[in-house]
């Protein structure tokens, strides 16, 4: 049969047979969101293009070359979102969320969508995991935010990542800092990538994370943003590292890390793996003071992540780490005419009420071709329902590896009977 059409390039089917690996990272994810004292917003996928023009910043990649980006039917200009900040950023200032007390904490699942060259860990429809924290200053939240970062990581099982730190200070000892990487990559124009030739008078931080090869080379020798912080941003940064030292986080200084997103200010962070290949940032965030302002907020410093759930999953994979089994089958009822039908319609409902997954015939099988079904699935336990059982009120209930038999009652206490032998697994149990 020829389809009609195919999924689009860089967008991903999670089909059901592997979601619940989606939903084992999402629930630590929460358990972690939750510890830490974050609650989920939920913001629409589209916004008013201004929004990510003016929030994640005019001279980003994101903002100039990938996004989705179309006119409505009333003659709006909306944005599928490329990112969750944004947008939680504008639910927060729009509901006035800070009259409830600061700072405000929120987590999100999103996806986001950005029109970049697909490649392993790289697609045009991805989901992010993040948290989002308003109204502190405070290096001890910059150093909490971190250490949720790594709460997660570490209880997915992940290792071979590490922290990479840096702070690019404040618009004032940036401006410092740009004046001095134009002058540097100035004198090396005729070497320069186009890109980064473009880039050079409006952001110049950003040809220190080029991918060419020769401007990597001429980023080595670059002024570090380090040697330029203001008095106020290199206490910050030592009392980040101070917090995160004092909590055995493991991290590097790294002064090339600046981040692709124009909101950022003082600290920054990603962490890193060599393990799935060029797209090995699993996580990015950093503080962004100026964000609410810029959205038409007052001044309100804020600080956030996001962590990538398909890399996440690659990494899982890439080093072998087990993520436990779906649930399966507790009860399969094979049944042998239309009475028996209806009788494990019945037998199931209640069973399923005892928070069992439990199911039977609906494709019209034959009774070997159910077992055989049954057998697929994997149930744990089986029941085959004919004419005998319904007039005895009672049938054999099988276990399907052992192969015992247990006979119960199909009469009101059936379903709870059979959740304490299921829980117990102890196949001498009977009526
Ligand atoms: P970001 O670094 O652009 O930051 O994205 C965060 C994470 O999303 C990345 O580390 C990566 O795991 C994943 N990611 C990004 N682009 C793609 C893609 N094309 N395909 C697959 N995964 C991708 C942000 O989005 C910021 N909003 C993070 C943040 C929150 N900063 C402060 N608060």
């Not at 124009?189 to 950003?206: G, H, I």
């Not at 570090?224 to 106020?232: Q, R, S, V």
């Not at 507790?330 to 042998?336: D, E, N, Q, S």
Request: one cysteine or more.
């Amino acid at each position: 049969m020829a389809l009609i059409t195919k999924k689009i390039k860089g967008t991903e089917d999670v089909l059901p047979k592997q979601s619940y690996r989606w939903q084992f990272i999402e629930k630590i994810m929460r358990e972690e969101s939750k510890a830490y004292g974050f609650k989920e917003i939920r913001t629409p996928v589209f916004e008013h293009t201004e929004l990510f023009a003016r929030g994640v910043g005019q001279t980003t990649d994101v903002v100039q070359k990938e996004m989705y980006t179309f006119t409505t039917k009333g003659g709006e200009s909306v944005t599928l979102r490329p990112e969750g900040t944004a947008g939680a950023a504008r639910a927060v200032l729009e509901h006035a969320l800070d009259n409830e007390g600061l700072p405000i904490k929120a987590s999100y699942f999103v996806s986001c969508y950005r029109y970049e060259k697909p490649q392993a860990g790289r697609l045009r429809e991805f989901h992010q995991f993040g948290l989002e924290e308003y109204g502190t200053q405070s290096p001890a939240a910059d150093a909490e935010l971190i250490c949720a970062a790594q709460s997660v990581l570490d209880r997915l099982g992940l290792d071979q990542i590490h922290l990479e730190l840096n702070s690019i200070g404040c618009p004032e000892c940036r401006a410092k800092y740009n004046q001095a990487l134009r002058e540097y990559f100035g004198q090396f124009k005729d070497r320069l990538c186009d890109t980064c030739l473009s880039r050079l008078e409006k952001n110049p931080m950003r040809l220190l994370d080029c991918k060419s090869p020769q401007d990597q080379e001429l980023a080595k020798d670059a002024p570090k943003i380090t040697d330029y912080l203001c008095e106020e941003c290199e206490n910050h940064f030592s009392e980040v590292k101070r917090y995160l030292d004092s909590a055995g986080v493991e991290y590097t200084v790294n002064p090339k890390i600046v981040r692709g997103l124009d909101y950022y200010t003082k600290t920054v962070f990603e962490f890193v793996t060599d393990c799935i290949g060029a797209q090995g940032t699993v996580c990015g965030g950093g503080r962004y003071d100026g964000l609410i302002e810029e959205l038409g907020g007052k001044h309100m410093p804020s600080l956030g992540f996001a962590m990538g759930l398909e890399r996440l999953l690659m990494v899982m994979d890439a080093q072998g780490i087990a993520i436990p089994d779906d649930d399966k089958c507790a009860l399969y009822i094979a049944t042998m005419g239309d009475d028996a039908k209806v009788k494990a319609f019945e037998l199931l409902r209640r069973v399923r009420e005892c928070g069992l997954i439990a199911e039977t015939d609906v494709v019209g099988r034959g009774l070997r071709a159910q077992m055989k079904y049954a057998d697929k699935i994997g149930a744990k336990y089986s029941l085959v329902l004919g004419d005998n059982e319904l007039s005895d009120n009672k049938a054999k209930v099988k276990n399907m590896e052992t192969g015992e038999q247990t006979e119960l009652a199909l009469d009101e206490s059936f379903a709870e009977k059979f959740s304490v032998l299921n829980l117990t697994d102890n196949s001498s149990f009977s009526i």
